[in-house]
């Protein structure tokens, strides 16, 4: 009972394709939508990380800064030496950092600052200190941290173990 006509119109009949089409389409939207919000999360997580290391370093820049203000505050104005051991974290976010104290930095609301650098942001964080504080340019790293004061003005140097 088949006629000519039954086979031709079988022939031309396309909509067994298109429920394999809407599959491929749909993984491949669902695809690009996934990948979007992976890097997009990504991104975010970077910009987390970079805010916790500013933050860091801002918080033992303060505490540095207190510590040398304290210092000054005490030290005999005589020709004496005074030391302070201080102790910081050596790593923010599994970075290490360097503390410079300067009076050369453009960032620098005070004539005297602190400068915390780490590989982990781009930007370095620049802590004020008091001005009255006769300071020396000099540099240590992140971890057990000397104040050394002179009579005359105070230096920051690394801790020997």
Known sequence: ???P???DRLRGDRRGVSVALTHVLTMGITSVLIAGLIITAGGAVETQRERAVEG???TIGERIATEL???DRVA???NSTMTVETSH???VVNSRYRVRLTSDSGDCRTDTCLVLESRAIGAPVVVPVRDDIDTVESTAFGGEIRLVHNGTAVRMERSQP
């Open 1 to 3: 009972m088949r006629g």
């Open 5 to 7: 006509g039954v086979t």
């Open 56 to 58: 860091e370093l801002t």
């Open 69 to 71: 203000t304290a210092l």
């Open 76 to 78: 005999d104005p005589t």
């Open 89 to 91: 974290p050596e790593r």
